[in-house]
């Protein structure tokens, strides 16, 4: 996931689509950490993930999302 938004500038909240209607889970963990090794910045990085679950899935979702992310990462 993380390689289709770097690499080929895909919008991650069109990957996100694909994989949701073909009932595929992202591992947002995966992302941020791909996104780290290559110099994003954190908080750039959640935000990201923050506004593709928004489009994908609404703000209900991220709210979930966002709660169970922050207790495994800590964003400076």
Request: a negative charge; glycine letters at 8%; charged letters at 30%.
């Amino acid at each position: 996931m993380f390689r289709m938004v770097e690499t080929y500038g895909i919008p991650l909240d069109i990957v996100v689509l694909f994989l949701d209607q073909r009932g595929i889970v992202p591992d947002w963990l995966h992302f941020y950490e791909m996104g780290v090794k290559s110099g994003w910045k954190p908080e750039g990085i959640v935000s990201k993930l923050d506004e593709a679950i928004v489009d994908v899935y609404g703000p209900d979702w991220r709210d979930q999302w966002k709660r169970r992310f922050d207790a495994i990462i800590k964003v400076e």
